[in-house]
């Protein structure tokens, strides 16, 4: 069942929430549950990767205890090099876990220590986020996690579902974010085999997010924007130009779709924080070696938005679900 999106977006960039430990951090607790200290990195404020986060300190709580388990946060505002060091400062704190809630953080955790078990959510693709060569689906290293990649095959197939009449679909995403990158060319490529003309309108960062988006409604009947955290961050942006100019988006997750799109196949970020906090559980506990933990996944959902969808007089087949 979907949940709803909605949570309060973290208090203050680049502000760690302290609070003190049963035991020291980073002694590994062998398996006793506890005092153990876990610290979460967001790369940007957005409502999906917040309710990653919700969901993950949610299902830790409910196994520890308040007592048994305490989060250190930190929100890098969408700089590479915020996340770096919010990174490194759990790595000298010893926290027992690390949450990289999205790419930034992954690969800044992945290169700060090779000792700390790392934990990926939010993330779209591990191998294009890590450089991996040959990936079967398990990184090997202290780096495991939750993917909110979903067939992005379906994202074409729904694309031409909701718009056979289109030509034209322009493909908005940050050039900077490498799973942005991904997710274009795979979509491009399973669009143009359906016959579509694709255009790639990319755009370097939020200074250049409306001027980006004006020239790709333009030339474009559709727009598809992966699970881009520039544009989930900024969807009124976005909102302001497509919706006067009567171009519907397709959106990579719920929060875009709500904000500035009319349809998605997504998954519930809550539930892939669960999903995420279950698996840290495990690792803390030393059930589970990260090491040999595949990416997890989960079910994906169809789902629209009513506002934006009655906006630009657009009717959904039945299979959708409509966002709370």
């Not at 919700?54 to 969408?78: H, P, S």
């Not at 809550?270 to 079910?299: F, H, K």
Request: hydrophobic share 40%; glycine share 12%; proline share 4%.
């Amino acid at each position: 069942m979907h949940k709803k999106l909605l949570s309060a977006a973290l208090a203050a960039a680049m502000t760690l929430t302290l609070a003190a430990c049963g035991t020291p951090a980073g002694d590994g607790n062998d398996g006793d549950d506890d005092g153990y200290t876990v610290g979460i990195c967001e790369q940007m404020e957005h409502v999906s990767l917040s309710e990653a986060t919700r969901g993950f300190k949610d299902a830790l709580t409910g196994i520890f205890g308040e007592d048994g388990i305490e989060f250190k946060e930190g929100n890098a505002l969408g700089e590479q090099s915020s996340c770096a060091a919010i990174i490194d400062g759990f790595v000298s704190d010893g926290v027992d876990l690390i949450l990289a809630n999205a790419t930034y953080p992954l690969q800044a955790a992945a290169s700060a220590t090779a000792d700390i078990p790392v934990l990926g959510t939010s993330v779209t693709d591990y191998a294009t986020a890590l450089g991996l060569e040959g990936f079967d689906g398990t990184v090997g290293s202290n780096v495991s996690g939750t993917s909110d990649l979903v067939p992005l095959g379906d994202q074409a197939a729904l694309i031409a579902e909701l718009f056979p009449g289109a030509e034209t679909v322009g493909l908005l995403y940050c050039s900077g974010e490498p799973n942005s990158v991904y997710q274009i060319e795979t979509v491009s490529d399973a669009l143009e085999a359906m016959g579509y003309a694709c255009e790639a309108f990319a755009f370097t960062d939020v200074n250049d997010l409306s001027s980006v988006t004006e020239r790709a409604c333009e030339e474009s009947d559709v727009l598809y924007i992966p699970t881009d955290n520039t544009v989930a961050a900024n969807t009124e942006t976005v909102a302001n130009i497509v919706i006067p100019a009567g171009v519907p988006v397709v959106g990579g997750d719920p929060g875009i779709c709500s904000g500035c799109g009319v349809a998605t196949i997504t998954c519930d970020y809550y539930e892939l924080g669960r999903l995420t906090g279950e698996l840290a559980a495990g690792i803390l506990r030393g059930e589970t070696d990260v090491s040999t933990l595949p990416i997890q996944y989960l079910e994906p959902l169809k789902v629209y938005d009513s506002a934006n969808c009655e906006a630009l007089g657009i009717s959904v087949p039945e299979g959708y679900t409509a966002l709370a």
